[in-house]
């Protein structure tokens, strides 16, 4: 293997769920429903994005939608606090590969798909959150049992990466048929200060370079990737990725300079995604570019 030279980001949003009061309150919309159905997904989408003053809507509100869709059991919320995770269906790390795939036109998946469509329509830029391995399997099982098996079992975790890998990918395919071009990745639950410098390292061979290279042949040209920067860092730290310096117009918000580089370049991921007041004051951004 390569020497490790991985950083960590230190970030300040992680899994953060829930959306502010002061903009849930302004659509006089029921919660947890207004979690589950596209039309009120939508409206609180465009109340965030006039909030934030940004420059495209996201969807969803939480980072348990995949979890979800593959059998987890959900705790909805409320209109302070977000979908989460409410309970472990599994507890040993071998039946994740006997969950079903996830059908993208039933629950609340499909919901958020529909959202998006109907955003798109109205000239709306869409960026959908789209969640990582470690994050997904939050949803579903202990942490413990997974770094166990990592630790014991590593052909399992292959197994169950490629697993996930392949719902990950049939859900950036379902997004780009329903209008969204900005797809936001990140596994914050599986960042260099949870798993440290040997497994993060593994993480980067088995899963997310694969993944990777596999998401640059499918997005297309009406479609760019921001990535985490703890995803980023990591693709960096292991030389499977390189930053290549982009000019700007004009100096601009991150947000901003994301939706102008669209069709551009296909990976960004110098500034988490919900830092909506960064400034690119130089007017330059990194793209990434996978080797």
């Known amino acids: ?26 659509t006089n919309l029921k919660f947890p429903d207004a979690y589950k159905k596209w039309d009120s997904m939508a409206i609180l989408s465009r109340e965030l994005k006039k909030h934030e003053n940004s420059s495209f809507c996201t969807l969803p509100f939480c ?71 470690f994050t997904i399997l939050n949803i579903l099982i202990d942490p413990t049992y997974i770094f166990k098996a990592f630790k014991k079992r590593p052909e399992i975790m292959k197994d169950i990466f490629d697993k996930l890998r392949h719902e990950i990918i049939r859900f950036i395919e379902k997004a780009q048929q329903n209008g969204v071009n900005i797809i936001s990745y990140g596994d914050s639950s599986g960042g260099l200060n949870i798993l440290g410098p040997k497994f993060s390292q593994q993480v980067v061979e088995l899963f997310t370079y694969p993944f990777i290279k596999e998401v640059q042949q499918l997005i297309n040209t009406d479609t760019i990737v921001l990535l985490c920067p703890k995803t980023t860092f990591a693709l960096i730290g292991t030389g499977k990725a390189v930053y290549k310096e982009v000019n700007l117009p004009e100096p601009m918000k991150y947000d901003k300079a994301c939706t102008t580089l669209i069709g551009k370049v296909k990976f960004l991921g110098e500034m988490c995604i919900k830092n909506k007041e960064y400034i690119l004051k130089d007017k330059k951004i990194k793209s990434i570019e996978i080797i």
């Open 1 to 26: 293997m390569r020497e490790i030279s991985i950083k960590d980001f230190d970030c300040t949003y992680g899994n953060s769920v829930g959306i502010d009061k002061t903009i849930t309150q302004k």
């Open 63 to 133: 980072h348990t939608l995949e979890g979800e869709a593959l059998g987890g059991i959900i705790n909805y919320g409320d209109d302070k606090i977000g979908p989460r995770g409410k309970e472990y269906i599994i507890s040993n790390p071998e039946d994740i590969l006997d969950l079903p795939e996830i059908d993208y036109s039933v629950g609340r998946i499909a919901e958020v798909l529909k959202a998006c469509s109907y955003l798109k329509s109205q000239g709306e830029d869409v960026a959908l959150y789209i969640s990582g391995p």
